[in-house]
């Protein structure tokens, strides 16, 4: 039997597709459910994928301001293929926020929204 533990984690994927402009970013899952991890402060992290991609270091995780009660401040690493934030999980709402890619080739921008879904007190 495993004594790890395991973090809330987001992969995120950037992707061109042939004849396409620009690229697409997809993450798993697209409704990240902290009802599985205890209530309280959780780091959520994203760890992008995709070589050639990177978080932006400004805006790679927007949550609706409705929500900056429940989320600090989102940090990007330096290399720009991990992101986290600290999220309180305690109050039983789903929160939408859009995840930003950006392409090193291009430097075009790409967004997807998913969900946080936090457990009740």
């Given amino acids: 039997m495993s004594n790890s533990i395991t973090y809330p984690l987001v992969k995120v994927a950037a992707f ?5 402009e620009g690229h697409e970013t997809r993450v798993s899952p697209e409704l990240l ?6 209530v309280g402060d ?12 990177i978080f932006p270091p400004v805006g790679a995780i927007v949550f609706d ?9 989102v940090m990007v690493s330096p290399d720009g293929r991990t992101a ?10 789903a929160y939408p926020y859009t995840i930003k890619t950006q392409s090193l080739q291009t430097g075009l921008f790409s967004t997807v929204d998913p969900l946080v ?5």
């Fill in 117 to 121: 879904q936090n457990e009740g007190k």
């Fill in 65 to 73: 301001p409705a929500a900056e009660s429940s989320f600090g401040p």
């Fill in 42 to 53: 959780q780091v959520i992290t994203w760890r992008l994928d995709t070589v050639g991609y």
């Fill in 33 to 38: 459910d902290m009802t599985n991890y205890p």
């Fill in 16 to 20: 061109t597709r042939p004849g396409v």
């Fill in 84 to 93: 986290w934030v600290l999220n309180q999980n305690e109050d039983g709402l």
